[in-house]
């Protein structure tokens, strides 16, 4: 479905722990987002899908978010 995308709608961010169990489909898909040129922001940490992992994350994210909010007031 990713090729169905619109470019430009909106904000991607990828943010995945190298010990998350959604850590190789997280991969494929920013490889794939890459081949068709799709914009998106990928992180990828030491880390697991849990809590610690997620309350350090979130502080990136919204800085991601506002930036992408400022721009288009």
């Known amino acids: ?3 169905q995308c619109p470019r430009d709608s909106f904000a991607i961010i990828m943010d995945c722990g190298i ?3 959604f ?3 997280n991969q494929q898909l920013h490889e794939k987002m890459i ?11 030491p880390g697991e899908h849990n809590w610690p ?6 502080q990136y994210q919204l800085v991601f978010f506002r930036k992408f ?5």
Do not use: S
């Open 1 to 3: 479905m990713i090729e």
């Open 19 to 21: 010990n998350d169990f």
């Open 23 to 25: 850590y190789n489909a």
């Open 35 to 45: 081949t068709l040129k799709i914009p998106h922001d990928y992180i990828e940490r």
């Open 53 to 58: 992992y997620w309350t350090n994350a979130i």
């Open 69 to 73: 909010f400022d721009k288009n007031k």
